[in-house]
Protein backbone atom coordinates (compact mmCIF):
# COMPACT_ATOMS: atom_id res chain seq x y z
CA UNK A 1 0.00 0.00 0.00
CA UNK A 2 2.61 2.27 0.77
CA UNK A 3 4.54 1.90 -2.30
CA UNK A 4 1.58 1.88 -4.59
CA UNK A 5 0.52 5.80 -2.97
CA UNK A 6 4.06 6.96 -3.10
CA UNK A 7 4.33 5.88 -6.97
CA UNK A 8 1.20 7.12 -7.32
CA UNK A 9 1.64 10.48 -5.79
CA UNK A 10 5.51 10.95 -5.49
CA UNK A 11 7.34 8.82 -8.23
CA UNK A 12 11.04 8.89 -7.93
CA UNK A 13 11.12 10.38 -4.66
CA UNK A 14 12.36 8.79 -1.72
CA UNK A 15 10.92 9.23 1.58
CA UNK A 16 14.10 11.42 2.71
CA UNK A 17 13.68 13.38 -0.36
CA UNK A 18 9.92 14.26 0.08
CA UNK A 19 10.09 15.22 3.38
CA UNK A 20 12.89 17.72 3.04
CA UNK A 21 11.15 19.11 -0.12
CA UNK A 22 7.61 19.38 1.28
CA UNK A 23 8.96 20.77 4.92
CA UNK A 24 11.33 23.39 3.45
CA UNK A 25 9.85 24.37 -0.12
CA UNK A 26 8.97 28.15 0.11
CA UNK A 27 7.04 28.17 -3.38
CA UNK A 28 3.65 30.08 -3.50
CA UNK A 29 1.93 26.42 -4.05
CA UNK A 30 2.98 24.54 -1.33
CA UNK A 31 2.05 27.94 0.58
CA UNK A 32 -1.76 27.64 -0.96
CA UNK A 33 -1.76 23.76 -0.06
CA UNK A 34 -0.67 24.58 3.49
CA UNK A 35 -3.24 26.95 3.71
CA UNK A 36 -5.85 24.10 2.63
CA UNK A 37 -3.96 21.73 5.49
CA UNK A 38 -4.81 24.27 7.68
CA UNK A 39 -8.81 24.94 6.93
CA UNK A 40 -9.18 21.55 6.71
CA UNK A 41 -8.42 21.15 10.46
CA UNK A 42 -10.66 23.84 11.33
CA UNK A 43 -13.38 22.59 9.39
CA UNK A 44 -12.83 19.49 11.10
CA UNK A 45 -12.64 20.91 14.60
CA UNK A 46 -16.05 22.33 13.87
CA UNK A 47 -17.52 19.16 12.92
CA UNK A 48 -16.12 17.17 15.74
CA UNK A 49 -18.16 19.43 17.94
CA UNK A 50 -21.25 18.52 15.68
CA UNK A 51 -20.62 15.05 15.67
CA UNK A 52 -19.90 14.89 19.30
CA UNK A 53 -23.56 16.93 19.82
CA UNK A 54 -25.24 14.41 17.19
CA UNK A 55 -24.27 11.02 18.44
CA UNK A 56 -25.23 12.08 21.84
CA UNK A 57 -21.57 12.06 23.49
CA UNK A 58 -22.84 16.18 24.61
CA UNK A 59 -26.52 17.11 24.91
CA UNK A 60 -25.63 20.69 23.78
CA UNK A 61 -23.82 22.83 22.10
CA UNK A 62 -23.47 26.84 23.09
CA UNK A 63 -25.01 29.52 20.78
CA UNK A 64 -23.74 32.53 20.26
CA UNK A 65 -26.12 35.21 21.89
CA UNK A 66 -27.98 36.99 19.47
CA UNK A 67 -30.96 37.70 18.30
CA UNK A 68 -30.35 38.35 14.60
CA UNK A 69 -29.13 36.70 13.44
CA UNK A 70 -31.17 33.38 14.89
CA UNK A 71 -28.99 30.42 16.21
CA UNK A 72 -30.18 27.83 17.19
CA UNK A 73 -27.50 24.39 16.65
CA UNK A 74 -30.05 21.79 18.32
CA UNK A 75 -32.66 22.71 15.75
CA UNK A 76 -30.07 22.93 13.07
CA UNK A 77 -28.38 19.84 13.73
CA UNK A 78 -31.25 17.51 14.74
CA UNK A 79 -33.71 17.81 11.50
CA UNK A 80 -34.45 14.78 9.65
CA UNK A 81 -32.49 16.42 6.69
CA UNK A 82 -28.87 15.90 8.90
CA UNK A 83 -30.06 12.11 9.55
CA UNK A 84 -31.06 11.41 6.42
CA UNK A 85 -27.75 9.50 5.32
CA UNK A 86 -28.23 6.88 7.05
CA UNK A 87 -25.90 8.50 9.77
CA UNK A 88 -25.48 11.82 10.91
CA UNK A 89 -24.23 14.86 8.28
CA UNK A 90 -21.73 15.73 10.79
CA UNK A 91 -19.06 12.65 10.32
CA UNK A 92 -19.52 12.52 6.78
CA UNK A 93 -18.66 16.50 6.50
CA UNK A 94 -15.53 15.76 8.80
CA UNK A 95 -14.46 13.17 6.24
CA UNK A 96 -14.78 15.61 3.21
CA UNK A 97 -12.61 17.75 5.45
CA UNK A 98 -9.98 15.29 5.92
CA UNK A 99 -10.16 14.03 2.33
CA UNK A 100 -9.39 17.85 1.31
CA UNK A 101 -6.22 17.74 4.19
CA UNK A 102 -4.55 14.32 2.61
CA UNK A 103 -4.85 16.12 -1.44
CA UNK A 104 -3.59 19.04 -0.27
CA UNK A 105 -0.91 16.99 1.41
CA UNK A 106 -0.27 14.46 -1.19
CA UNK A 107 2.95 14.66 -3.33
CA UNK A 108 5.79 16.74 -4.11
CA UNK A 109 5.68 20.77 -4.60
CA UNK A 110 5.74 20.68 -7.97
CA UNK A 111 3.22 18.04 -8.71
CA UNK A 112 1.08 20.25 -11.06
CA UNK A 113 4.23 19.26 -13.57
CA UNK A 114 4.88 15.36 -12.34
CA UNK A 115 1.22 14.26 -11.03
CA UNK A 116 -1.53 17.28 -12.79
CA UNK A 117 -4.09 14.55 -11.93
CA UNK A 118 -3.92 15.10 -8.08
CA UNK A 119 -4.18 18.84 -7.83
CA UNK A 120 -7.42 18.44 -10.70
CA UNK A 121 -8.98 15.63 -8.22
CA UNK A 122 -8.33 18.07 -5.35
CA UNK A 123 -10.58 21.16 -7.35
CA UNK A 124 -13.45 18.80 -8.25
CA UNK A 125 -13.99 17.54 -5.06
CA UNK A 126 -13.48 20.70 -2.58
CA UNK A 127 -15.67 22.15 -5.38
CA UNK A 128 -18.77 19.93 -5.00
CA UNK A 129 -18.16 20.18 -1.52
CA UNK A 130 -18.89 24.28 -1.57
CA UNK A 131 -21.14 23.60 -3.83
CA UNK A 132 -23.27 21.14 -1.08
CA UNK A 133 -21.98 23.94 1.49
CA UNK A 134 -23.77 26.91 -0.38
CA UNK A 135 -27.26 25.17 -0.48
CA UNK A 136 -26.84 24.99 3.10
CA UNK A 137 -25.82 27.99 4.03
CA UNK A 138 -27.76 30.38 1.61
CA UNK A 139 -30.99 28.09 1.27
CA UNK A 140 -31.45 25.36 4.08
CA UNK A 141 -30.75 27.28 7.31
CA UNK A 142 -32.12 30.86 6.30
CA UNK A 143 -35.36 29.81 4.22
CA UNK A 144 -36.03 25.46 5.61
CA UNK A 145 -34.48 25.81 9.65
CA UNK A 146 -35.07 29.26 9.63
CA UNK A 147 -32.37 29.24 12.31
CA UNK A 148 -28.51 29.30 11.99
CA UNK A 149 -25.76 26.63 13.36
CA UNK A 150 -22.83 28.63 14.05
CA UNK A 151 -20.30 25.45 13.39
CA UNK A 152 -22.32 25.16 10.09
CA UNK A 153 -21.41 28.42 9.28
CA UNK A 154 -17.64 27.69 9.92
CA UNK A 155 -17.77 24.35 8.33
CA UNK A 156 -19.08 25.91 5.08
CA UNK A 157 -16.34 28.89 4.96
CA UNK A 158 -13.44 25.99 5.46
CA UNK A 159 -15.26 24.19 2.44
CA UNK A 160 -15.20 27.64 0.29
CA UNK A 161 -11.75 28.56 1.44
CA UNK A 162 -10.64 24.89 0.53
CA UNK A 163 -11.99 24.97 -3.06
CA UNK A 164 -10.28 28.66 -3.89
CA UNK A 165 -6.91 27.95 -2.85
CA UNK A 166 -6.51 24.91 -4.42
CA UNK A 167 -7.69 26.55 -7.88
CA UNK A 168 -4.40 28.16 -8.99
CA UNK A 169 -2.13 24.99 -8.52
CA UNK A 170 -5.04 23.25 -11.10
CA UNK A 171 -4.59 26.28 -13.17
CA UNK A 172 -1.11 25.33 -13.86
CA UNK A 173 -2.02 21.45 -14.18
CA UNK A 174 -4.30 22.55 -17.22
CA UNK A 175 -1.97 24.39 -18.81
CA UNK A 176 -4.63 27.67 -17.84
CA UNK A 177 -1.27 29.42 -16.45
CA UNK A 178 2.70 29.18 -16.72
CA UNK A 179 5.15 28.26 -13.76
CA UNK A 180 4.96 31.90 -12.79
CA UNK A 181 1.43 32.40 -12.46
CA UNK A 182 0.48 34.48 -15.77
CA UNK A 183 -1.02 33.58 -19.25
CA UNK A 184 1.02 31.90 -21.67
CA UNK A 185 0.69 33.84 -24.37
CA UNK A 186 -1.08 32.97 -27.92
CA UNK A 187 0.96 31.80 -30.65
CA UNK A 188 -0.04 34.01 -33.58
CA UNK A 189 0.48 32.30 -36.85
CA UNK A 190 2.31 33.83 -39.49
CA UNK A 191 0.64 35.76 -42.05
CA UNK A 192 -0.45 34.28 -45.19
CA UNK A 193 1.10 36.03 -48.17
CA UNK A 194 -1.07 36.25 -51.56
CA UNK A 195 0.81 34.19 -54.40
CA UNK A 196 1.29 36.53 -56.95
CA UNK A 197 -0.28 35.07 -60.71
CA UNK A 198 1.82 33.83 -62.96
CA UNK A 199 2.82 36.17 -65.80
CA UNK A 200 1.20 35.45 -69.06
CA UNK A 201 3.38 35.13 -72.05
CA UNK A 202 3.82 37.88 -74.59
CA UNK A 203 2.78 36.67 -77.95
CA UNK A 204 4.97 38.54 -80.45
CA UNK A 205 3.21 39.50 -83.74
Known amino acids: MKQYLMEATSPGYTPERLKTRMRHDRSRDMAYRRAIVATSLVGMASMAFVTLFQTGALRRLPDP ?29 LSMHAANLSL ?17 AA ?30 VVDALAHFASFGLSLPETAKALGLVDARGATPPRRRRPPVRAESAPARPRLDR
Not at 123 to 147: I, N
Request: glycine residues 6%; positive net charge; aromatic residues 16%.
Open 104 to 120: AAAGPPERWRERPWIPV
Open 65 to 93: PTRRPHFDTAKVNTSDEAYSYGMPDGPLT
Open 123 to 152: SAFSGAQAAVAAQYLFYRMPFVDRAWCPYC
